[in-house]
T-cell receptor, first 111, second 116 residues
Framework: QQQVKQSPQSLIVQKGGIPIINCAYE??????FPWYQQFPGKGPALLIA?????SEKKEGRFTISFNKSAKQFSLHIMDSQPGDSATYFC??????????FGTGTSLTVIP | GAVVSQHPSWVICKSGTSVKIECRSL??????MFWYRQFPKQSLMLMAT?????????EQGVEKDKFLINHASLTLSTLTVTSAHPEDSSFYIC????????????FGDGTRLSIL
């Protein structure tokens, strides 16, 4: 059973657009929600993370929006660039390191 | 900070041989290390979790005798694929965590394993 559901599977946007990737979870025990960016042939790199006591967190062009009541969170990439083309994974974590990853979203930013 | 080094990055070997992959946390002590397998265009599949000084916990369906994990120190974990066969060819990725609350996993760059 997929603990964290991620959509869409793939996404194509024009340069400067704002791609949005969504994740949903059921288990209310999750208390930490990181996003990872992965380029081909590389391991995932931590992008940004949020805790459920915060509704939004911004780091540079990346923003996480968190809706605790709906058990959903999303990643927004402002002013997207071709260099942002990668696969993005959301994750959810219990306190104590039990991690669950989403299925990934392949983002392509067209110049 | 939070650098995880994985070695080798790519290995090709004959069927039946054993392959060892190393995962090192370079600038922090990793209480817990994780090993994942990733197929093309798919998500990460957790294989096992290891805590320093204790036996690894394997996920359901992962053969512990095939995939030997050792976490002998707070900065090093190894995955040995024993008697490898072509179906073991994959991208293997390790990650490490300091083990404190709200600490994310930090990933190595993965090992591309090809068994001929």
């Amino acid at each position: 059973q997929q603990q964290v559901k991620q959509s869409p599977q793939s996404l194509i946007v024009q340069k400067g657009g704002i791609p949005i990737i969504n994740c949903a979870y059921e288990n209310t025990a999750f208390d930490y929600f990181p996003w990872y960016q992965q380029f081909p042939g590389k391991g995932p790199a931590l992008l940004i993370a949020i805790r459920p006591d915060v509704s939004e967190k911004k780091e540079g062009r990346f923003t996480i929006s968190f809706n605790k009541s709906a058990k959903q969170f999303s990643l927004h990439i402002m002013d997207s660039q071709p260099g942002d083309s990668a696969t993005y994974f959301c994750a959810a974590m219990y306190t104590g390191n039990q991690f669950y990853f989403g299925t990934g979203t392949s983002l392509t930013v067209i110049p | 900070g939070a650098v995880v080094s994985q070695h080798p990055s790519w290995v090709i070997c004959k069927s039946g041989t054993s392959v060892k992959i190393e995962c090192r946390s370079l600038d922090f002590q990793a209480t817990t290390m994780f090993w994942y397998r990733q197929f093309p265009k798919q998500s990460l599949m957790l294989m096992a979790t290891s805590n320093e000084g204790s036996k690894a916990t394997y996920e359901q369906g992962v053969e512990k005798d095939k995939f030997l994990i050792n976490h002998a120190s707070l900065t090093l974990s190894t995955l040995t694929v024993t008697s490898a066969h072509p179906e073991d060819s994959s991208f293997y990725i390790c990650s490490a965590s300091p083990g404190h609350y709200y600490q994310p996993q930090h990933f190595g760059d993965g090992t591309r394993l090809s068994i001929l």
